[in-house]
């Protein structure tokens, strides 16, 4: 391998983690300021998001604001020209990728993400949960990084699938990802749509499942246990492959590896607490972070003062 190549290579894996830990440190400090937050979610898919918005996506130039806009109304005749949360993903054009987030509630991360890669702007998240404002708390079309409103969870995969099989007909090179959860795989529509991105042969899907573990009602396990999960998306002729969702190489080569006409599944075991010990002591429900007390809050504020003196040493 050439210097340059080697180089190429060390700087996407450090950028890739410094994205992942300013995840992290963004939606930590989100969680203090407001005393809640959905703090587990950005622990598990730091690294995920990280490698997908370093490495893997082919993606175009923001198209969206630096400070999202207001809303302006559901999309209809009176509004032709609705806001888009999917611009900040850049244009849709056949030669880029399309990515679609499915839990809506992982909206905090995906606003950390976009600030991380420079495609929005860390003032935007004074507007978070705010009436009239797109950032919302829960991921709606509108919202920064978001393609569409995912209703009660799992329903993105079902719209991607068929973008994705529009795109093959019409022979365009993008391919079509989608981001979703283990607590998803809880829903039967989502193995419906498996076997439609099977049946019609749609290698052009990349599908990123975080597997923490975890949903509102606690554990996976103790609510509907998934697994085993490889051996059923197979079953249903998906390729599958499982890998550690911290490791930035393991996460960014199923995709060059694998392909073909069968959709690819990135298994990503995670730990929903990584790079956060003090949420440890939560388990085994750490679906939403709430501080009990003035202590633990303090606690919280002294790790963040931490990464934050860590950071700019």
């Known amino acids: 391998m050439s210097e340059t190549a080697i180089l190429e290579k060390v700087n996407w894996q450090e950028q890739a983690h410094r994205v992942a830990n300013g995840i992290r440190m963004r939606v930590l400090e989100h969680t203090l300021k407001n005393n809640g937050g959905y703090l ?3 622990c598990s ?3 995920i998001f990280a490698t997908l918005y370093t490495k893997v996506l082919n993606l175009g130039p923001s198209q969206a604001p630096m400070i999202p806009l207001p809303f302006n109304s559901t999309p209809g005749a009176n509004n032709p020209h609705p806001i888009r949360g999917a611009a900040y993903n850049g244009a849709i054009s ?3 990728d399309r990515f679609f987030v499915s839990p809506g509630h992982y909206a905090l991360v995906v606003y950390a993400s976009l600030i991380e890669v420079g495609r929005l702007d860390e003032n935007g998240l004074a507007e978070f ?13 509108h919202s920064p990084g978001f393609e569409v409103m995912a209703g009660s969870l799992a329903q993105a995969i079902s719209v991607a699938g068929g973008v994705a099989q529009a795109r093959k007909i019409k022979r365009e090179p993008g391919r079509t990802f989608i981001f979703m959860t283990d607590g ?3 829903e039967g529509q989502v193995w419906e749509a498996v076997a439609a991105l099977s049946y019609y042969k749609l290698g052009n899907v990349f599908v990123y499942i975080d597997i923490n573990g975890q949903q509102c009602d606690g554990p996976t396990s103790m609510v509907m246990n998934v697994e085993l999960l490889k051996q059923r998306l197979e079953a249903f002729g998906a390729i599958a ?9 393991a996460l960014a080569a199923p995709v060059n590896q694998l392909g073909g006409e069968k959709p690819v599944f990135v298994l990503a ?4 607490c990584e790079g956060l010990p003090l949420l440890e002591s939560r388990r085994p429900f750490v679906h939403y972070i709430r501080f009990k ?6 606690s919280y504020q002294s790790f963040y003062e931490e990464l934050v003196r860590a950071k700019e040493s």
């Open 94 to 96: 056949p030669e880029y």
């Open 45 to 47: 898919s730091a690294e």
């Open 269 to 272: 075991h995670t730990n929903p």
């Open 40 to 42: 587990s979610q950005a």
């Open 241 to 249: 492959v499982e890998v550690n969702g911290h490791d930035v190489d």
């Open 129 to 141: 949960n705010k009436d009239g404002s797109t950032v919302e708390m829960i991921g709606a079309d």
């Open 184 to 186: 998803e795989m809880e």
């Open 293 to 298: 007390t003035e202590e633990e809050r303090a």
